[in-house]
């Protein structure tokens, strides 16, 4: 996979974890376990991005 390739799916999968937590975020009783799961996932992902874009 090219590295723009790779960005680009990194970026869509950012795109649907910040779904998830909205979705999560919405519901009556939200599951803070779960809301800091899927922020430590996007924030991971962010991460790569920012190293791969500056490599």
């Known amino acids: ?5 790779r960005i680009e799916e990194l970026s869509r999968r ?3 974890l910040d779904d998830k937590i909205h979705a999560e975020q ?8 779960t809301l800091k799961d899927l922020k ?3 924030l991971r992902i962010k991460e790569e991005m920012g190293m791969l874009r500056t490599s």
């Open 14 to 16: 950012h795109a649907k």
């Open 40 to 42: 430590r996932q996007k």
């Open 1 to 5: 996979m090219s590295l723009t390739g």
């Open 26 to 33: 919405k519901r009556p009783a939200a599951d803070d376990t």
